[in-house]
Nanobody, 123 residues
Framework: QVQLVESGGKLVQAGGSLRLSCAAS????????LGWFRQAPGRERDFVAT????????YYADSVRGRFTISRDNAKNTVYLQMNNLKPEDTAVYYC????????????????WGQGTQVTVSS
């Protein structure tokens, strides 16, 4: 049984930083591309960042490029999202996902999803 469990979300002031973690189990972690997506109230789930199975390539949404960093630790079966200079518009539920096809910005390609962690940025 595959499980992805996010953690690290909380209330933070604008300009602050957070690091989200997503621990995976039940899959061969190094064979999967990983992604972070987010969903704000009343909006669709949007792509945030992805790291490909090799770990050598990353890709970001324009809205977070330069502020967020995705990384992975295959020894710990964990993917991270370091978020700096947070803005109120970053408020959302953040989801991690695993993609057997290698990773990318399209949610439809992902096989497994976590339950999400809430990030709230106050102004």
């Amino acid at each position: 049984q595959v499980q992805l469990v996010e953690s690290g979300g909380k209330l933070v002031q604008a300009g602050g930083s957070l690091r989200l973690s997503c621990a995976a189990s039940g899959l061969t972690f190094s064979n999967y591309g990983l992604g972070w997506f987010r969903q704000a109230p009343g909006r669709e789930r949007d792509f945030v960042a992805t790291i490909f199975w090799s770990g050598g390539s990353v890709y970001y949404a324009d809205s977070v490029r330069g502020r967020f960093t995705i990384s992975r630790d295959n020894a710990k079966n964990t993917v991270y999202l370091q978020m700096n200079n947070l803005k109120p518009e970053d408020t959302a539920v953040y989801y991690c996902a695993a993609d057997s096809r290698g990773g990318g910005p399209y949610s439809i390609t992902y096989d497994y999803w976590g339950q999400g962690t809430q990030v709230t940025v106050s102004s």
